[in-house]
């Protein structure tokens, strides 16, 4: 069932984070799926043992959890963005 979770809810924090950085046009629903789990793990690694929060990742759906695993996303997006074009967007 956490598989599952992971995947909705990564789904809808990549789909967040695409209007945010204005890239929704360019992703279907698989990357956006991508781009919220793998988000999440990238922001486990960095800010959450920096916050003393989890990510969606580690089962803990909590809003603090769901906040960092968004910003993972967004920053994921953004180092996308600057490789493939050269500036944040």
Known sequence: MNVILWIVIGG???????LVMKTDA???LVLNVVV????????????A????TG???TEDFSVESLAVSFVGALI???IVNLL????LR
């Open 12 to 18: 809808i924090l990549g789909w967040l984070a695409s």
């Open 26 to 28: 360019q992703q279907g």
């Open 36 to 47: 919220g789990v793998v988000g999440a793990l990238l922001s486990g690694w960095l800010l």
């Open 49 to 52: 043992p920096m916050l003393g």
């Open 55 to 57: 990510t969606i990742n």
């Open 76 to 78: 994921l997006l953004a």
């Open 84 to 87: 493939q074009r050269g500036r």
